[in-house]
């Protein structure tokens, strides 16, 4: 009782000292019985006026820098095979039945590492055509910025449907002739056109995956309605079944594999 006395006293010896040095802080009424007027403080950034454009080109270059690298998450999904990766690796837990297992957090590391490995040599490219000699100072920002995107296209266009790109050429009012090139074909609309192959081509090894495990449900389904076990769940029966199935042909090797060497047939 006396400890939760003396913490109320000193609570409000606190109090009243705040309030005493705010109130002296204060500046005195011009006239009496004025109230009190507080003065903000100045805040001054800069002492200088900007001469020309030279002056601003730098901290907007350093802005636009630091939007992209907010969107680099984006651009790891859009122009790299994560996309591919992650949709047949969540098709793969469904079929199996397993729900959350491997977790989520497992899969989606798995699927970035993937990425690296699969995208190594775009990366490699990379390094060794517009990242080293802009650093030695044999490019400029645009000559680095092109030499950066014409291997990340040439991934891309390797992986991406003709008729994908013409729909999005199409809705683009983009004229395809037959002299149109790759050249031709705007960042943008390759992009959308990339992602929209990549699903469509996930969703068909999915489909794949799918049809071993379907076998399994429906064979232990027509074993337990012959049997005449209504009321036991079929998917509790069979998960089993597809594991040891999974295992013993060495599953994850099959579908790691399967997933690397998709990407080179379409290169």
């Known amino acids: 009782m006396k400890s939760a006395k003396w913490k109320k006293i000193s609570l409000l010896v606190l109090a009243l000292a705040v309030l005493f040095i705010v109130l002296n802080s204060l500046p005195a ?7 009190p007027q507080i003065v903000l403080p100045k805040i001054q950034i800069g002492d200088q006026m900007v001469k020309g454009p030279k002056a601003v080109a ?4 350093i802005l636009v820098l630091l939007t992209i690298l907010s969107l680099a998450p984006y651009i790891l999904i859009m122009a790299t095979s994560f996309v591919r990766i992650t949709i047949v690796l969540s098709f793969l837990r469904t079929a199996l039945g397993t729900q959350q297992v491997p977790p989520t957090q497992v899969l989606m590391g ?4 993937m990425t690296l490995y699969i995208m ?3 990366g490699s490219k990379i390094h060794k055509e517009a990242v080293t000699p802009f650093f030695r100072g044999e490019l400029s920002q645009n000559q680095a910025l092109e030499k950066v995107s014409n291997p990340l296209r040439e991934f891309m266009f390797s992986q991406t449907r003709t008729s994908d790109l013409k729909l999005f050429m199409t809705m683009a009012k983009i004229k395809v ?3 149109t090139t790759k050249k031709d074909v705007p960042t943008y609309v390759l992009l ?3 992602m929209i192959s990549e699903i469509k081509t996930a969703f068909e090894i ?9 076998v399994i449900d429906m064979v232990v389904a027509s074993v337990l309605m012959s049997m005449g076990m209504f009321m036991l769940s079929p998917m509790s029966i069979s998960m089993p079944f597809k594991l040891l199935l999974f295992v013993m042909i060495d599953g994850w090797q099959l579908i790691v594999k399967g997933l690397i060497e998709s990407f080179h047939q379409g290169g």
């Open 29 to 35: 009424p011009a006239q009496e019985g004025a109230p």
């Open 58 to 61: 730098m901290p907007l270059q």
């Open 110 to 113: 798995l699927a970035l590492f």
């Open 120 to 122: 190594m040599p775009v």
């Open 177 to 179: 002739t037959g002299n």
């Open 192 to 194: 959308p056109s990339f």
């Open 206 to 214: 999915g489909f794949l995956i799918y049809i071993p495990f379907l």
